[in-house]
């Protein structure tokens, strides 16, 4: 995707001299608040275990460098790539997939839904406030499309509000890999962080993913004596590696196969053509369930996600049942919005701490540090 060939932005801007329209984007993201947010929300670990595990914010620039590598080698935009990659987690609420979970709960019950793609959409488009001629900030078209896209495809019909992102047709290839470059980031170093924590036997992991445990014997056989976690770390490279390669290669094989010449014929395609092939979707497929049975309903993890899902379920019916509770921005667009939504915009952008001290300040929680985020 061209950044000349952009459907361009909602408000018209002059070109940069020196810089693509994709490149502004992806300096714009860079620059928000909601993108130096996500430095204070929980991946999965808190450092209640460690100072060394991944955040929002880390995992976020891991994906962008696994974006960048993917995009490059498919001949793709990488610096659209990259955008989306910056970009792709910025709508999430405090505590990770629980949180998102219990958000989505709660506005179902008002007859609403939430969602951390839709929600980064409302984050670009209305709450960052940066520049004087326009709200939001003014991202190109196929960067917009690429936050609600990347991951799913939207029906016109249950969703009229994003009738103008072509709804209908796929989105291009740099935003169609953004979503698996995702998923190679955390089941990989979910993995990593979990022996960290002392929460991964080794010995079960390989026992139970097959292939981790092949590539894990033939390191440890090239590399008799090692230190046991430099031996892992080998092992983890590999399986990453591996998993980037097969979506590289089958991509290509895909669009070699389909004919495809052009951005419209991608859009046009009957379905979506970046992804795994089915031995590399097995094995992906055998590491997140290993992680959802070991590591992310790990008695551990669990009490404290969710004792926080708690706090921020009743933080929620705090604000919404007692007017003048929120900041007035948000006050103010409770009068012309229904206040369940914007209370929900409220906690959505809300680090983990924030939440946590807001619910003391206002519902006396004690919960200190021992916030955790889960997948």
Same mark, same amino acid.
């Given at each position: 995707?061209?950044?000349?060939?952009?459907?361009?932005?909602?408000?018209?801007?002059?070109?940069?001299?020196?810089?693509?329209?994709?490149?502004?984007?992806?300096?714009?993201?860079?620059?928000?608040?909601?993108?130096?947010?996500?430095?204070?929300?929980?991946?999965? !670990?808190?450092? /209640?275990?460690?100072?060394?595990?991944?955040? +929002?914010?880390?995992?976020?620039? %891991?994906?962008? $460098?696994? &974006?960048?590598?993917?995009?490059?080698?498919?001949?793709?935009?990488?610096?659209?790539?990259?955008?989306?990659?910056?970009?792709?987690?910025?709508?999430?609420?405090?505590?990770?997939?629980?949180?998102?979970?219990?958000?989505?709960?709660?506005?179902?019950?008002?007859?609403?839904?939430?969602?951390?793609?839709?929600?980064?959409?409302?984050?670009?488009?209305?709450?960052?406030?940066?520049?004087?001629?326009?709200?939001?900030?003014?991202?190109? !078209?196929?960067? /917009?499309?690429?936050?609600?896209?990347?991951? +799913?495809?939207?029906?016109?019909? %249950?969703?009229? $509000?994003? &009738?103008?992102?072509?709804?209908?047709?796929?989105?291009?290839?740099?935003?169609?890999?953004?979503?698996?470059?995702?998923?190679?980031?955390?089941?990989?170093?979910?993995?990593?962080?979990?022996?960290?924590?002392?929460?991964?036997?080794?010995?079960?992991?390989?026992?139970?993913?097959?292939?981790?445990?092949?590539?894990?014997?033939?390191?440890?056989?090239?590399?008799?004596?090692?230190?046991?976690?430099?031996?892992?770390?080998?092992?983890?490279?590999?399986?990453?590696?591996?998993?980037?390669?097969?979506?590289?290669?089958?991509?290509?094989?895909?669009?070699?196969?389909?004919?495809?010449?052009?951005?419209?014929?991608?859009?046009?395609?009957?379905?979506?053509?970046?992804?795994?092939?089915?031995?590399?979707?097995?094995?992906?497929?055998?590491?997140?369930?290993?992680?959802?049975?070991?590591?992310?309903?790990?008695?551990?993890?669990?009490?404290?996600?969710?004792?926080?899902?708690?706090?921020?379920?009743?933080?929620?019916?705090?604000?919404?049942?007692?007017?003048?509770?929120?900041?007035?921005?948000?006050?103010?667009?409770?009068?012309?919005?229904?206040?369940?939504?914007?209370?929900?915009?409220?906690?959505?952008?809300?680090?983990?701490?924030?939440?946590?001290?807001?619910?003391?300040?206002?519902?006396?929680?004690?919960?200190?540090?021992?916030?955790?985020?889960?997948?």
């Amino acid at each position: 995707m061209r950044a000349e060939r952009s459907r361009g932005r909602r408000y018209p801007e002059p070109s940069h001299p020196y810089r693509s329209d994709y490149a502004r984007d992806r300096d714009r993201i860079i620059h928000s608040r909601a993108f130096r947010r996500l430095e204070a929300k929980t991946q999965v !670990f808190t450092t /209640r275990y460690s100072d060394h595990f991944r955040n +929002r914010l880390t995992h976020t620039l %891991e994906v962008a $460098q696994i &974006a960048r590598t993917v995009a490059s080698a498919l001949g793709l935009n990488t610096e659209l790539a990259e955008a989306l990659a910056l970009v792709h987690d910025i709508g999430h609420p405090p505590f990770g997939h629980a949180g998102e979970r219990k958000l989505d709960e709660l506005m179902r019950e008002q007859g609403g839904c939430f969602n951390h793609n839709l929600h980064a959409l409302r984050i670009v488009e209305q709450f960052e406030q940066r520049y004087l001629d326009f709200g939001g900030l003014n991202l190109t !078209f196929e960067v /917009r499309e690429g936050i609600i896209k990347h991951s +799913r495809d939207y029906s016109a019909a %249950e969703f009229p $509000q994003l &009738a103008e992102y072509l709804l209908d047709l796929r989105p291009p290839l740099e935003a169609q890999l953004i979503d698996w470059v995702d998923e190679i980031a955390y089941n990989t170093a979910d993995i990593d962080d979990a022996l960290e924590a002392g929460l991964l036997d080794l010995a079960v992991l390989c026992r139970e993913v097959a292939f981790f445990g092949e590539v894990y014997a033939q390191v440890n056989s090239a590399h008799r004596g090692a230190r046991q976690k430099l031996v892992f770390n080998e092992a983890l490279k590999r399986v990453l590696d591996d998993l980037a390669t097969s979506l590289i290669e089958t991509t290509q094989q895909r669009v070699l196969a389909s004919h495809i010449s052009s951005v419209e014929d991608i859009r046009q395609a009957p379905n979506r053509l970046a992804g795994f092939n089915d031995a590399a979707a097995a094995r992906n497929g055998e590491l997140k369930r290993f992680l959802f049975k070991r590591i992310y309903n790990h008695p551990a993890i669990a009490e404290d996600r969710d004792r926080s899902v708690k706090c921020l379920e009743e933080l929620f019916i705090y604000y919404a049942d007692r007017r003048g509770t929120m900041p007035s921005f948000y006050e103010e667009l409770a009068q012309t919005e229904s206040r369940h939504v914007i209370v929900c915009d409220y906690i959505a952008g809300m680090t983990d701490q924030f939440l946590l001290r807001q619910h003391h300040e206002h519902l006396g929680s004690a919960l200190g540090d021992k916030s955790a985020a889960s997948q």
